[in-house]
Nanobody
Framework: QVQLVESGGGLVQAGGSLRLSCAVS????????VGWFRRAPGEGREFVAA????????YYANSVRRRFTVSRDDAKNTVYLQMNSLKPEDTAIYHC?????????????????WGQGTQVTVSS
């Protein structure tokens, strides 16, 4: 059983930066991918980025490519989402999730384990 806890959300002005953290416990992550999803007000859940834990290969949605970077820290068992050049349309609840079913993984249904989310608000 994999447990995930997000942190690092908050309020930031457009053009600013935030770094989200996803602390993982309960299982080693070799063979897993960890993804980030977001849900904006009035919209469905959207894939953001994912990382293959073993290889560190990454995969990004076009909407965040060149602005966001996903990485991991073995010692802390944590995945990060560095968000730069933030826009008001990035405002959402951000969730991390884990899967061992496939790579790359970007579909919500591919991820059986989810964190509870952290709020990111970008003001204009």
């Amino acid at each position: 059983q994999v447990q995930l806890v997000e942190s690092g959300g908050g309020l930031v002005q457009a053009g600013g930066s935030l770094r989200l953290s996803c602390a993982v416990s309960g299982r080693t992550l070799n063979g897993y991918a960890v993804g980030w999803f977001r849900r904006a007000p009035g919209e469905g859940r959207e894939f953001v980025a994912a990382i293959n834990w073993s290889s560190r290969a990454t995969y990004y949605a076009n909407s965040v490519r060149r602005r966001f970077t996903v990485s991991r820290d073995d010692a802390k068992n944590t995945v990060y989402l560095q968000m730069n050049s933030l826009k008001p349309e990035d405002t959402a609840i951000y969730h991390c999730a884990a899967t061992n079913s496939r790579w790359p993984a970007w579909r919500e249904t591919d991820f059986p384990s989810w964190g509870q989310g952290t709020q990111v608000t970008v003001s204009s």
